[in-house]
């Protein structure tokens, strides 16, 4: 584990320091507060960058990697796949079940805050199930799987900062709080490393091949 931190530290190291700037921030705001200085925060150009940032946590961007990653490395396939999945299995858990009736940001502000919140025009707001961010969780699994993938370390910080942009699109256009986005990136960056680790186990050498290579 050590050395898998460290070969990736481009990565993991800056992703600390997001979940301890986001917990600081967590800690002396209230989560409204902190959504309504993110808010104000906007313009024409963010509008519309954000906007589509968002669709990186879309889960079809898992079918898309799942199936190029088969022509690369089969490992490589499983272990994004597979923790991908459990990842949805449990940020639905919380969602659904758990913490069902949590609002999200426009629903909350209508029903609780006088603030009117700015909105991106042609986003489709959803009122419940707001905790954890299913789509920053997703993000995470996708860009850390990335990095974990290459070797150069200046791709492996991009990859964060990619990671990053599309969780805090989920704040900007007003489907998530801060807390949600939080806790969405550390269910998605734990299950990939749990993943990678155990799939480092299997010594398998079909797990080595993959669609256009096969010895």
Same mark, same amino acid.
Do not use: D, E, P, W
């Given at each position: 584990m050590k050395r898998?931190? *460290?070969d990736n530290r481009y990565f993991f190291i800056p992703y600390l320091l997001f979940v301890i700037l986001?917990? @600081?921030l967590l800690v002396v705001y209230t989560k409204t507060d902190l959504h309504i200085l993110s808010n104000e925060a906007n313009s024409p150009f963010f509008d519309v960058f954000f906007k589509y940032a968002t669709y990186f946590g879309d889960g079809a961007v898992i079918v898309?990697? $799942?199936?190029?990653l088969l022509f690369i490395k089969f490992r490589y396939a499983l272990i994004f796949?597979?923790?991908?999945l459990v990842t949805a299995l449990i940020v639905n858990i919380f969602k659904k079940v758990i913490f069902n009736e949590m609002y999200r940001p426009s629903k909350y502000f209508e029903l609780y805050e006088n603030y009117k919140l700015h909105l991106v025009e042609g986003v489709k707001l959803h009122s419940l199930q707001s905790f954890p961010s299913g789509h920053t969780a997703t $993000? !995470? =699994?996708? !860009?850390? %799987? %990335? $990095?974990? %993938?290459? /070797? =150069?370390? !200046?791709? /492996?910080?991009i990859f964060f900062i990619l990671a990053a942009l599309v969780a805090y699109s989920r704040v *900007? @256009?007003?489907?998530?709080f801060l807390i949600d986005i939080t806790a969405g990136s550390i269910i998605g960056v734990m299950l990939i490393v749990l993943t990678w680790l155990s799939f480092e186990k299997i010594d398998k050498h079909w797990l080595n091949r993959s669609f256009i290579r096969r010895s």
């Open positions: 898998l931190f *460290y986001c917990t @600081i898309l990697l $799942a199936l190029t796949l597979t923790g991908s $993000a !995470f =699994n996708l !860009f850390l %799987m %990335m $990095a974990l %993938m290459v /070797k =150069n370390n !200046f791709l /492996k910080f *900007y @256009i007003s489907q998530h």
